[in-house]
């Protein structure tokens, strides 16, 4: 399935390049702050320590 093409420099172009942008930069910190609690608990993984 091809995705519908967009015109270049369209409101909606940019629309989507932010959306993407946010999603990423909010993926980028949930990281981050994963590695400090794994740090600070010792714990890895979706599931506690036992």
């Known amino acids: 399935m091809s995705m519908p093409s967009v015109p270049p ?26 590695i400090l609690r794994a740090l600070i608990d010792g714990a890895t993984g979706d599931h506690p320590r036992p």
């Open 9 to 34: 420099g369209s409101a909606r172009e940019f629309r989507c390049a932010g959306f993407s942008s946010m999603i990423e930069e909010t993926a980028r910190h949930a990281g981050h702050l994963d």
